[in-house]
């Protein structure tokens, strides 16, 4: 099967057909491989449904009839959403914001905004509306690299992981199975889309929604860290007065890194990420500093390129970037 990049959506998106404008300046357009390309503000999806094709478009057609509404009511609750949770809050009253609020209550009882989740709740949102109509056999929606999948009896998908976010090549892949637990698979670090308080190249996550593994590899990120005179952070407000991290400092810039840092770093990461598998939150995670990998100890993951982390590196690691 075919590897996607979920690094490279903007460049599906200009290689798109025919683009059609949707309701309140969302839109659509078609990608090869029997794709759908959704746009609506700072939400891309790329769509993939498999089975009879009469029902992949009455599939799409459902998702382009719900997707324009999506931003607007997450922009209605954006000062609930950008709120530390708390189980004080009265919860929020969209689908989409649900799911958040969920995921990081799942993750977490310290500091984390339901905005944690964002990317794969809507990529949940997506695939669920996929998923409800009559003869879809398997689907993914990657937005933006946090990945929502479907998957009927007997269907999987391959994904692939890429070390770091800046590098949208895949190193490595591994096969979710109908069995499986796996449905989200995401990726966070100190280059991504959003800001981090650690120093992870790249830590991807295997859970059982899209919305789980988002907030758990953005509060992972963060734990991968060191004390480092040379790595520069700045309060996330001065970057974006709207940040939801307020004055935290955010990561932005890395020197190179001596062994033993990066080894401290990857040790913190591993021991928040062993908490939340062991709490059940998360299936499993594979967490990258400069070219040093830490995983949790699950098979599955196909034998990577010699260049790429050991064969060691399990099917929780999968994600930072590829699927197909």
């Known amino acids: 099967m075919e590897l996607i990049s979920s690094a490279g959506a903007d460049a599906a998106a200009r290689a798109g057909s025919h683009v059609s404008a949707l309701a309140d300046g969302a839109t659509a357009s078609r990608l090869d491989g029997d794709r759908l390309f959704l746009q609506h503000g700072p939400i891309n999806l790329v769509v993939y449904a498999d089975g009879a094709a009469r029902a992949v478009e009455s599939a799409y057609r459902a998702l382009i009839d719900a997707f324009p509404g999506w931003l607007g009511a997450l922009v209605e609750e954006l000062p609930r959403l950008r709120s530390p949770e708390s189980a004080r809050l009265a919860p929020p009253a969209g689908t989409i914001a649900r799911r958040m609020t969920a995921a990081v209550r799942a993750c977490t009882s310290g ?44 269907a999987r998908l391959s994904v692939g992981v890429v070390p770091s976010l800046r590098e949208a090549a ?23 889309r959003s800001h981090s308080l650690g120093i992870a190249d790249a830590v991807t996550v295997l859970a059982r929604s899209a919305a789980l593994a988002d907030a758990a590899a953005t509060l992972i990120a963060n734990a991968v860290d060191a004390d480092h005179p040379g790595i520069r952070r700045v309060p996330a407000r001065t ?6 991290l307020g004055d935290r400092l955010v990561t932005v810039a890395v020197p190179e890194l001596d062994a033993e840092t990066i080894g401290a770093a990857l040790a913190a990461g591993a021991r928040k990420a062993g908490a939340l598998r062991d709490r059940d939150v998360i299936e499993g995670a594979a967490l ?25 590196v399990h099917r929780s690691a999968m994600v930072a970037g590829t699927l197909a």
């Open 239 to 244: 970057l974006d007065e709207d940040s939801d």
């Open 170 to 192: 895949p190193r490595a892949r591994v096969e979710i199975a109908y069995d499986s637990a796996v449905r989200g698979v995401a990726t966070s670090g100190w280059q991504g």
């Open 111 to 154: 500091f984390a905004t339901p905005m944690a989740a964002v990317a794969g709740a809507v990529a949940d949102e997506a695939v669920a509306v996929l998923a409800a109509r009559p003869g879809i056999e398997r689907a993914y929606v990657n937005n933006g690299g946090d990945v929502a999948l479907y998957l009927g009896p007997g």
């Open 288 to 312: 990258t500093v400069q070219g040093r990998w830490r995983v949790l100890d699950m098979p599955g993951l196909a034998a990577p390129a010699p260049e790429a982390p050991p064969a060691r």
